[in-house]
């Protein structure tokens, strides 16, 4: 009984992991591919660190005119299969959004007036469009309606991508046509998945009768305010930094270099959104820790090979997919990939306090890694630049990292398995031949050997789902 409801629990993480893949990995591959597009047509790097500026800008504002409702709204939404209950959750997430909009919009206007910010408006008309785009999303999610959080995804990509062309490519609009891009292929996703999917006009009711759902929504999604916006002054203050100290060239070639790592933050990302649905379903469960425990190490896993993999078949390819004006970018992709590494990890301690609704035990760890990530920026930044903000953004991961190993015991107990620690060895090593070797021939056979180490010390269990799952394939095969 216990060995069937491991593989069925097996088999539902698997199957939400593979739904996830399908909606990030595609459109991530979409708007992996306008990096060759910026960085020939946007040809100077101060245009496009400014764009990226104002993009972290948006994503610092977010918490504040979601008031992070949209996690809310999927937190409580996974909870109850009752319309009427839904209908309260949705309107009032909402009724809420629409107050921040117009509220945000009345701030920008007063600051208009007294003070010229280079495309102001385009940020905040973005600013507003991700907010709902990610409200439909996250709402969609939480209904259990994953063709439309895929949806939504993929069409969204595909607009960047057609519109990047169009405005960038074509008319040649610079960072405008960027904007242009993002904001116009949001506004597309939003309506043609509303218009399929009618989540908006089913469930929201202006004057259906809340109740509670305002106190209870508002004191989960509350204290995730600062947690997010402590979490994004971590993740996003290098930017602000970097321009500030080395200006906004070198924030274009920074921007490069960190969108690489957008592979391993969307695997992160993906992971996620399996775990966070799976974690609260089994967080009751009897097995509770050795399932979190074995789920960890395989994570740990599949990102240490995903490093190497990835980061050194990049290098291979650099030459043809990044700008003239932005090769020196490269300089910087390993180790901020392992930053990138660092931070995955840090997901993974997000849901304990998910899962017991305690996210007001979250702020003080996100708090202390903010400060430190601002404090060591400031004295590191100047003196060793670029390499100053990606050795400030590992520290500040191992902080929240060793704080939250120990603060999530309350919570469950994580065991460490010994084999995880070749591969955590190995990324660390990989450091060197990446930025002393020049050979092509060289990396390619580093690459191979990686992959050797990695297969050796594959978990158990994992080489032994692997193969069974290879087997099935070949015997499909062979039978058709």
């Known amino acids: 009984m216990a060995e069937t409801k491991q593989q069925s629990r097996k088999k539902k993480f698997i199957k939400d992991f593979g739904i996830y893949a399908i909606g990030n990995l595609g459109s991530k591959l979409i708007t992996f591919l306008m990096i060759p597009l910026y960085t020939y047509f946007v040809e100077k790097p101060s245009d496009y660190g400014y764009f990226d500026l104002c993009l972290q800008v948006c994503f610092l504002m977010f918490p504040i005119i979601t008031l992070q409702l949209r996690d809310g709204a999927f937190r409580f939404l996974l909870d109850t299969q009752d319309t009427t209950e839904r209908s309260r959750i949705i309107t009032f997430a909402y009724r809420t959004l629409s107050t921040t909009i117009v509220s945000t919009i009345a701030i920008a206007l007063c600051l208009s007036m007294f003070i010229h910010i280079d495309y102001l408006w385009s940020t905040i008309v973005l600013l507003v469009v991700m907010a709902i785009y990610e409200f439909l999303a996250q709402i969609s999610r939480g209904l259990g309606n994953n063709k439309a959080f895929i949806a939504v995804g993929l069409i969204a990509s595909f607009g960047i991508c057609l519109f990047s062309i169009i405005f960038v490519a074509w008319l040649n609009m610079g960072i405008m046509g960027i904007f242009l891009a993002n904001i116009l292929s949001r506004i597309l996703s939003v309506v043609i998945v509303e218009y399929r999917m009618k989540t908006f006009s089913r469930f929201f009711n202006i004057k259906i009768d809340l109740k509670d759902i305002p106190k209870q929504m508002l004191s989960y999604s509350i204290p995730l305010i600062p947690v997010s916006l402590c979490w994004l002054l971590t993740t996003t203050s290098d930017r602000y930094f970097v321009s500030y100290f080395l200006g906004f060239e070198m924030t274009g070639i920074y921007a490069i270099a960190v969108r690489f790592g957008g592979l391993i933050h969307t695997l992160s990302n993906i992971f996620l959104q399996t775990w966070q649905e799976n974690a609260i379903q089994q967080y009751h469960s009897p097995d509770r820790d050795s399932f979190f425990s074995k789920v960890f190490n395989y994570y740990l896993y599949v990102l240490c090979f995903t490093l190497i993999a990835f980061t050194f078949t990049l290098k291979l390819c650099y030459g043809w997919i990044v700008g003239a004006n932005y090769q020196d ?44 990530n601002i404090t060591l920026n400031f004295i590191l930044t100047p003196i060793l630049h670029i390499y100053g903000v990606i050795l400030t953004a590992i520290i500040s991961y191992l902080t929240l990292i ?79």
């Open 329 to 372: 970018s490269l300089e910087f992709v390993y180790l901020i990939n392992l930053s990138t590494i660092l931070f995955a990890i840090t997901v993974y301690f997000e849901l304990p306090y998910q899962c017991a609704k305690d996210t007001k035990r979250a702020i003080p760890s996100i708090i202390l890694t903010a400060v430190v």
């Open 402 to 480: 060793i704080y939250r190993w120990i603060d999530t015991r309350r919570y469950f107990t994580l065991h460490f398995h010994a084999r995880t620690l070749i591969p955590l060895g190995l990324i660390l090593f990989s450091a060197i031949p990446f930025h002393l070797n020049d050979s092509h021939l060289i990396d390619t056979l580093y690459i191979v050997f990686s992959i050797f180490i990695l297969a050796i010390f594959t978990p158990k269990e994992l080489q032994t789902s692997i193969i069974n799952r290879f087997k099935k394939f070949t015997t499909k095969i062979s039978n058709n």
